[in-house]
DNA sequence: TTCGTTTATGCTCCCCGGATCATAATCTCT
DNA sequence: AGAGATTATGATCCGGGGAGCATAAACGAA
């Protein structure tokens, strides 16, 4: 069950599920990535089109990264050279 | 040489990198993703707090999408159930 | 070196995300 | 159902990103 994202919801969802995932809160995982709880929320339902630096404070406080990937090779375990 | 990003400026010189190998030039790539080429050169140098919208427009045009991995699991070949 | 292409930047305007504080709405557990 | 915790939102202010257009600077090939 791993996170793909090809929109700003996906990246809302996919944060929700890993935050939900460490039984944290909003307002924990707020505290911990220096921003506010209002902000995780707004991003994990609409995910508007948050700011970067927003998304990459919260994968870094729940210690994820992102892989970018081509679009047609996304199948878990065929993970290779990707330009 | 999959590309990995944990900062906005990670993003920029992957989305380079990805527009180098497709051989476009910024002027073409921005044109595809339906934004400026002042803006792609902004995202790929400093990369700045783009949005994530803008971000996403990139990655359409470059036929990219995003996997969101644990950090410490970043190896290729290695990807699996992250939450 | 010189011409043509590609990329970096200056500037203004507008929009919207995030900070900040507060409260309403929802969910959950008993 | 009721209390307590969690999440969604209202309102305002501010900063910065991207649109839009133009030009300078840097790069590349002949």
Redesign the pocket.
Known sequence: MHQIARTPKDIGNALRKA??ARKL????L?TQA?????????????A????L???F?LLAALDLEIHIVPRSKAKPGDLEDIF
């Open positions: 935050r939900k809160t909003q307002g924990e707020a220096g921003i506010w709880q209002r902000t995780v929320s707004t991003i994990e339902t609409s508007s089109g948050a700011k630096d927003t998304i404070d």
